[in-house]
């Protein structure tokens, strides 16, 4: 569980890393300010993901239905938190931009493809064995 864990941080920082380059660079080909938001969304985006993984592996073993409710709820969290947090700063001038719109979403959708198939391969592999 632990191994699974390190190799999912791992993987996901890394993959993180470079799409986070990227999206900064195409900020600054577009010469448009990157909010001050960009690195706290990438944070988030990682340790939530990390942190459902870890919970969805858990319930797995005692409870397997579960499994999937667990990880459908840390969705609702992270929306939870864009909507607390990031989306306020965004709409001060009433108007949420796409540049703005990425800043989080990128990152979302890259934590959240690698998360499940990560999971996917987790899950699949406790159940055959």
Same mark, same amino acid.
Do not use: C, Q
């Given at each position: ?30 010469? /448009?300010?990157? *909010? $001050? ?6 944070? /988030? ?8 993984? *870890? ?19 840390? $969705? ?20 949420? $931009? ?11 959708? /890259?934590?959240? $493809?690698?998360?499940? /198939? ?12």
């Amino acid at each position: 569980m632990i191994l699974r864990t390190f190799r999912l941080a791992t993987l996901l920082l890394a993959i993180l890393l470079v799409v986070w380059f990227v999206h900064k660079k195409l900020f600054s080909i577009n010469l /448009v300010d990157p *909010t $001050s938001l960009m690195t706290p969304a990438y944070l /988030v985006n990682y340790f939530l993901a990390l942190a459902i993984f *870890t919970a969805v592996v858990l319930v797995h073993r005692s409870h397997s239905m579960m499994a999937g409710y667990v990880f459908l709820g840390g $969705s609702m969290l992270k929306f939870l938190i864009f909507f607390l947090f990031f989306y306020p700063t965004f709409t001060i001038d009433d108007e949420l $931009s796409r540049v703005e719109f990425s800043v989080f979403f990128v990152p979302y959708i /890259v934590a959240l $493809s690698t998360t499940v /198939v990560a999971s996917a391969r987790v899950l699949n592999k406790g159940s055959i064995g």
